[in-house]
């Protein structure tokens, strides 16, 4: 999963836990869902605790909030982290040209990949 589509899952979550608050202990079982099957279990339970909010999550892209039908892999993160870990490792290449930065991050790499 690109890291732009791990942050659009993060804040689809958000907007559908704010959405639904009462269901939140059964939300993240159902995002989590490594499986359809799963999947429907989890969203049976959610239709027992709220009937309103399965008609909700199915207008929904389940790609953007669903583990089993994600597009790629988020690594068990439904958050941009691995952006902000990113930004923090590159503080001083941020500031740099574009050529400049590309530079310095490939001379990075290779000096790490070579110790």
Known sequence: ???????????????????????????WPLAKAKTEANFHTQMDQVRQASPDAPNYLEKIDHTMWVDTFARGKAYGYKTSKIVESMNNCLMLEREMSILDMLTKIWHKRMNSRFQ
Do not use: G, P, V
Not at 1 to 23: E, G, H, P, V, Y
């Open 1 to 27: 999963m690109r890291s732009t589509d791990s942050f659009a899952a993060a804040i689809t979550c958000i907007k559908i836990l704010k959405s639904f608050q009462n269901i939140e202990h059964l939300f």
